[in-house]
């Protein structure tokens, strides 16, 4: 597992303090490799290296309704402290936290401004909206920045963006997806860190280093990814 300084490249618009996030990259090849979300889960509750430890699944095309519109957009799927990570602030409403953490929750969704201009031809914040997203409910609760549109510079542009726990309703993808499974292990997650003040990226990579060496353990009994 190694930490890479992506946004050190090409720090994407509307990010504070970019030189502070990096990229867990499962794998020794030196290519981008994707977490599982247990993985992540055991990341987040270990890394004392980091202030904030997240996770997203960018650009899933879903059809969006709304009253007087059908069409399909980008959709990411993030985690709760997606937006804390990143140090993100809502142009309007509020962006998605750690409540949102639960298949409890309620379906919120946050869209970018760009696709507030094409549901609701900017009048006003469409705050407490409800669309359709793939025949499910979700209801707006914030727009994010003009200038935020993703968390890397490489990945595509997202319109709105969907609690992860949501996920498996909004794909159809299996809840093992969620949870660990003997067996069954889907590798999907781009993982990113803020690093905590003053810890270096040499401390960060000796915490993250430890965290890998204990997720290989779960693997031992023979899994394979899928």
């Keep these: 597992f190694t930490l890479v300084h992506d946004l050190l490249v090409e720090p994407p618009a509307g990010i504070a303090e970019p030189g502070r996030i990096v990229r867990l990259n499962p794998g020794d090849d030196g290519g981008i490799g994707a977490s599982t979300y247990p993985d992540y889960e055991h990341y ?100 994010a920045p003009a200038e935020f549109r993703g968390a890397a510079h490489n990945d595509p542009p997202i319109d709105l963006w969907l609690p992860m726990w949501k ?22 997650l781009t993982t990113m860190g803020r690093l905590a003040p003053g810890v270096s990226l040499e401390r960060a990579q000796a915490n993250v280093s430890t965290m890998g060496v204990q997720v290989a353990r779960f693997y031992s009994d023979g899994s394979s990814a899928r």
């Design 44 to 143: 987040r509750d270990n890394a004392r290296a980091f202030s904030e430890l997240f996770a997203y699944d960018a650009a899933t095309t879903v059809q969006l309704r709304n009253a007087s519109t059908l069409t399909d957009a980008d959709g990411g799927f993030v985690t709760g402290n997606f937006f804390a990570g990143l140090g993100v602030r809502p142009r309007a409403g509020r962006l998605l936290n750690r409540a949102d953490d639960s298949e409890q929750a309620e379906n919120a969704a946050v869209i970018s401004m760009t696709l507030e201009q094409r549901l609701f031809a900017g009048t006003r914040p469409p705050l407490g909206e409800s669309i359709t997203i793939n025949g499910h409910a979700f209801t707006i609760v914030g727009v």
């Design 167 to 188: 996920r498996p309703l909004v794909t159809g993808r299996p809840r093992l997806d969620m949870v660990r499974t003997p067996g069954y292990i889907h590798a999907y």
